[in-house]
């Protein structure tokens, strides 16, 4: 608890963007991501957090990270995962940063393209509960044309808003990362797009602290 208060985890921002039901008996987590969800992943095994805290409570934890991962490929990895890990019972999805700096693609197209996956994973997972790790903010976003800044950092707001709300809509939750900042020199790596040490172990507390903690004693996603 006091690691989370000192890397700066915002409870509050978690419990208002999630009504959170109770599950019972083992269960299976697949985080899915980009270069993002790796790194946190090495980050974890190099602490022993691999299952984030949540093995005493039978969560099994599987890490799924592709660097340069875009929304499009999100389902063939998945289809591909699926075959030889067990079925989850809840999926972190974070994903969506690689494709903002395609400015051809549109904030609406992109919401689309995450609505009708996380749709089919509903379809394809019985029961499974979505949850929307929100695309962060980066110090540089490779790729991207020169000036255009302002323009993907607008998108990411609001991709993140209308993806989080469908998510939850839908059943889903949503864990936000709002003490994740660009302005956070600390945080990031000198590419000014992957998190630090430090950074990655802020991240790694967002989910961990997201998915363990309860706020009441009817709210809570894991006993």
């Known amino acids: 608890m006091l690691i989370l208060a000192i890397l700066g ?9 999630n009504k959170l039901k109770v599950f019972t008996g083992p269960k299976i987590l697949w985080i899915v991501g980009s270069s993002l969800v790796h790194w946190a992943n090495v980050e974890a095994k ?6 984030l805290g949540l093995g005493s ?3 099994t934890t599987y890490w799924i990270g592709q660097p340069g991962l875009q929304i499009k490929d999100l389902d063939s990895l998945l289809d591909a995962k699926k075959i030889f890990l067990p079925s989850p019972h809840f999926i972190i999805i974070h994903c969506g940063a690689n494709d903002l700096t395609d400015l051809e693609l549109t904030g609406k197209g992109l919401m689309e393209n995450v609505k ?3 749709l089919r994973y509903k379809a394809l997972f019985k ?15 490779h790729f991207a ?22 998510v939850i809509e839908n059943g889903g939750k949503a864990i ?12 990031y790596r000198t590419d000014g797009t992957h998190l630090s040490q ?26």
Not at 145 to 166: C, D, H, M, T, Y
């Open 198 to 223: 430090t950074g990655n172990q802020v991240f790694l507390n967002n989910i961990q602290g997201g998915l363990s903690l309860s706020y009441a004693q009817q709210n809570q996603l894991f006993q």
């Open 116 to 118: 009708c996956s996380i």
């Open 145 to 166: 044309p020169l000036n255009a800044g302002a323009i993907i950092e607008q998108k990411r707001k609001r991709v993140n808003s209308v993806v989080k709300n469908f």
């Open 57 to 59: 409570k039978g969560v």
């Open 9 to 17: 985890y915002n409870f509050s921002s978690f419990k208002k963007a």
């Open 176 to 187: 936000l990362h709002e003490n994740i900042r660009a302005s956070e020199v600390s945080l």
């Open 127 to 141: 029961n499974v509960i979505i949850i929307w790790s929100s695309m962060l903010q980066r110090r540089y976003w």
């Open 46 to 51: 190099k602490y022993g957090r691999n299952n």
